[in-house]
Every structure is written in C-alpha cells, then in structure tokens.
C-alpha cells in the first residue's frame, strides 16, 4: 500500500463518516421533533378532555376573564386560570392546584349564551358571567428542539356548553 492509497482512503472514510453523522443528526432532530409533537398533542387532549367534562358538570360561571374562570361547581369553586409569564394553565379544585399545560404561547376563554345569533350558527357573545351557557377554550403550546423553536407546536380549541341550567 502506498502513501496515495492511504491518503485517498483515509479522505474517503473521513468523508463517509462526516456523511453519517449528519444523516444521523438529522434523523435524531426528527426524532426528538416528533416526540414532542406527540407529547404535547397528548397533554393537550388530555387537558381538553378534563376541562370539557367538568364544566359540562358545572354548576354556573362566577367570574370570567380571558385568562381565569371560576366556576360553582358543587359545593365549592373550581378555577382554571392561565398565567401568560410562566406560560402554564392551572386547575385549582378544593385548594389544590394542578398544572394542566405547560409551555403554553397563548391562551384564551370566551364566553357565550346558547341562542344563536339571527341568521347565522354563531352564538351571542356575553360579558355577564351569569348569562354564559357555552364556554370557548382555545390555547396553543409550543417547545424547543435543542434551544431552537421548532415546529413541534399542539393547539385546541372548543366549545364547551354547560349542561345545568
């Protein structure tokens, strides 16, 4: 084996082994990309599920604002509030309090009497907590992919109709 032969060789194996490091960086982006993405659908979902149950099951809204309601629920006050600094959405029931989401960009509550608007299949919006009968959820959460935003990004919305009169 000559001195050339090595050299070429070597520069080959050089090349071969940069070519798959980046196919395997690129593949372990993905990766952690999708887990994410699964993650936050999951909690999200879960979250909404949670969410929808209880208020159907409410007793009536006390307090709203876009980013806090407050429900009679039973006997006590159940309350999902969203705090936009630390970018959660927590449940305090009984005066225990559980983060729902976390990392969460934006958040927004609605509300909205049953009857509908003339003419069209959207209902009236209210400002009068004692006149809300639909609540609208809407939140979208997002994380980072190796300290760089990415595209793994989770959002809901829905509308909730209280079922107690």
């Not at 149950?53 to 307090?63: F, G, H």
């Not at 936009?84 to 009497?113: A, D, H, I, V, Y």
């Not at 299949?121 to 809300?132: E, H, K, N, R």
Request: aromatic residues 8%; contains cysteine.
């Amino acid at each position: 084996m000559t001195l050339i032969e090595l050299m070429v060789s070597t520069g080959l194996a050089g090349m071969l082994a940069t070519l798959a490091m980046l196919l395997l960086y690129y593949a372990a982006h993905n990766f952690a990309a999708m887990a994410n993405y699964v993650d936050l659908d999951r909690r999200s979902r879960s979250t909404l599920d949670q969410m929808t149950s209880e208020i159907r099951q409410a007793d009536k809204l006390n307090t709203y604002s876009t980013n806090q309601l407050v429900f009679q629920y039973g006997g006590t006050t159940l309350t999902y509030t969203y705090n936009p600094t630390n970018k959660t959405l927590s449940r305090t029931f009984n005066g225990t309090t559980t983060e729902l989401l976390n990392e969460c960009q934006s958040l927004q509550f609605l509300m909205f009497q049953r009857n509908t608007v003339s003419n069209t299949w959207s209902q009236v919006a209210v400002t009068d907590p004692s006149l809300c009968k639909e609540v609208e959820l809407t939140w979208t959460c997002s994380r980072k992919i190796l300290g760089k935003a990415a595209n793994s990004e989770s959002a809901q919305s829905a509308r909730v109709v209280m079922r107690k009169p």
